[in-house]
């Protein structure tokens, strides 16, 4: 779909967030309704499937909706986890030359990314985990679901904020260096030279 | 392309962008607790409201001596 649409001129950041954004919103999705089915039947509790949602009663609505949502932040942070580590260890602006010469042994090469598809992923599922932070903390506030639910969303976002930005820390840090050694490099041996001369 | 054209192209994949988004979280609103209880407030409510539109049909001799044993211990 990407390369498909990127051919028109469209903004290539947006197409590319579309992209992005597709895979975990139906995982996202899909573990919602799993895991309510789920624990419900795990603590046996009836549950009425409708046209407006799932229906249960109302003394255990706080307790499915909870650990549905534990496991829904669980799914967030397994991918948070995922492209954090693809963007700490294989990233191509630093990833070191025997890493990269195993992963190509192993013929994964696909694993080496560029810093727009690592930070468009990882736009993405920390807009997720920013969004389910807000409506857990409506939630708890409302008493809709425990408060340590929204503490356990909390720490993942701030967790995988501070993260991101290390690395794009890391990753700025590293490109400034290289630009400046080659200027300054150039400038020094062209004075010093005429200086002599004259 | 024209300017606008691409200006309304982008608007549109940014919405569809934050439909994306708002997608899975509005799924938490799916649940829903069964109103068991208010339902049955409202069938005791309707009942009494029953009870007073339609009184029990008494024939006119008996309310009329009822009404009348009552003045008569009122003036006792």
Known sequence: ?198 | MNKFTRLVIDSLLTLLLLSLLVLPISSLGLLNPKTTRSFQTKAQVLSKQNVRKDPPMIPEIFRQTSESTQTTKSAK
């Open chain 1, 1 to 198: 779909m990407y390369y498909f649409i990127k051919s028109a001129m469209f903004s290539k950041i947006l197409i590319k967030l579309i992209d992005q954004a597709i895979v975990p919103a139906i995982l996202l999705l899909a573990v919602r309704f799993v895991s309510v089915t789920l624990v419900a039947k795990y603590y046996k509790i009836p549950i009425d499937i409708t046209a407006a949602g799932f229906n249960l009663p109302a003394e255990s609505y706080a307790r499915v909706n909870s650990y549905s949502i534990l496991i829904m932040i669980l799914v967030l942070t397994v991918g948070l986890l995922y492209i954090l580590f693809k963007s700490f260890v294989l990233h191509d602006s630093h990833i070191s030359p025997s890493l990269t010469a195993k992963v190509f042994s192993l013929r994964l090469s696909a694993f080496i990314q560029n810093s727009f598809d690592l930070y468009s992923q990882g736009a993405i599922w920390l807009s997720y985990s920013y969004l389910l932070m807000l409506v857990t903390g409506l939630m708890a506030l409302f008493n809709l679901t425990y408060v340590w639910i929204f503490v356990t969303s909390l720490v993942l976002t701030i967790f995988s904020t501070i993260m991101f930005v290390l690395d794009i820390e890391n990753e700025l840090g590293s490109k400034q260096s290289q630009s400046t050694g080659i200027e300054e490099e150039v400038v020094l041996n062209f004075s010093d030279k005429e200086g002599q001369d004259e």
